[in-house]
């Protein structure tokens, strides 16, 4: 992770053999592996777009790493809306628009058939209020003799599970 490229709003991502562009909310790049975070808000209405989630784990997959994931964060956990087809199992989410997608990029059906059994392996998911609790049960329990760092790090903790809060709507008013 030392050597790991971070970046929020990256740069548009264009799957190859067609004119889509993807724009995930966040990437990690590291020499052989490639994370793509798509950050749904906190909003219980909160959807994706019809082949949202296919366009970033085809551009994901396309890529030249050799490790891969894409990271969903949600508000809870799947089912997730999709738009114009409901509440639908995560996996089956990715799988929509997979075919069309392939077949803009001239990708082989066998290719298709290897794409979507690789989406259980590649395709995963946590919830915001799972964030919260982690960062802050890592910032009440990480061991730090140094003082002003262990204020810096609390610091750091509390902005995060205060942003989760805030937007949220579960924010304490001081």
Request: glycine fraction near 6%; charge should be negative.
């Amino acid at each position: 992770m030392e050597q790991a490229t971070v970046q929020t709003f990256p740069d548009e991502i264009t799957i190859p053999g067609t004119g889509v562009g993807v724009q995930p909310d966040a990437a990690i790049w590291m020499n052989d592996a490639a994370v793509l975070i798509e950050a749904k808000g906190t909003r219980k209405a909160a959807q994706f777009q019809k082949t949202q989630l296919a366009r970033e784990y085809l551009a994901l997959m396309t890529g030249p790493r050799e490790h891969k994931l894409l990271l969903v964060i949600m508000s809870s956990p799947p089912p997730v809306r999709i738009q114009s087809s409901g509440r639908i199992d995560l996996f089956e989410g990715v799988t929509i628009g997979l075919e069309e997608l392939c077949s803009a990029a001239a990708r082989p059906d066998a290719d298709v058939e290897r794409l979507v059994q690789s989406i259980p392996e590649t395709v995963c998911w946590i919830t915001w209020p799972e964030i919260r609790s982690a960062v802050a049960e890592a910032a009440a329990t990480y061991p730090c003799s140094d003082a002003s760092l262990a204020g810096t790090l609390r610091r750091l903790a509390e902005g995060v599970t205060d942003a989760i809060d805030w937007h949220s709507g579960t924010e304490t008013v001081c």
